[in-house]
């Protein structure tokens, strides 16, 4: 995870995106999740495993965003990459610099 990254490398469009919970008027809770910003990215792959879990099998696959530095990015946020959801694991800020952040994601596909 160097600090240097080729600005052609960010080809990908992604979705940050922010949770909040709502209530209803029977008390309930809800999740809703809400566009934060649209933001060039580098999207790898990073590893990919198959788990079993209750006798069903599932695929987890996590991966590495790389991002221009922003303020106030989470490992309680999401990114949206085109059909996929990917849950934000950690967040690195590159040399701390405040140049670039790379984020560690993870989707799971049932």
């Known amino acids: 995870m160097a600090g240097r990254v080729r600005i052609g490398a960010l080809r990908h469009r992604v979705i940050l995106q922010t949770r909040t919970l709502d209530s209803r008027a029977t008390g309930a809770k809800v999740e809703n999740w809400n566009n934060l910003a649209t933001v060039w990215a580098e999207v790898k792959p990073h590893a990919a495993r198959e788990l079993t879990a209750a006798d069903s099998r599932y695929q987890e696959t996590s991966h590495q965003i790389t991002i221009r530095y922003r303020a106030g990015i989470t490992s309680k946020m999401r990114v949206l990459f085109g059909s996929r959801t990917l849950q934000v694991e950690t967040v ?11 984020l560690l994601c993870k989707e799971i596909a049932l």
């Not at 690195?92 to 790379?102: G, V, Y």
Request: glycine share 0%.
């Open 92 to 102: 690195i800020n590159a040399m701390e610099q405040n140049r670039w952040l790379h």
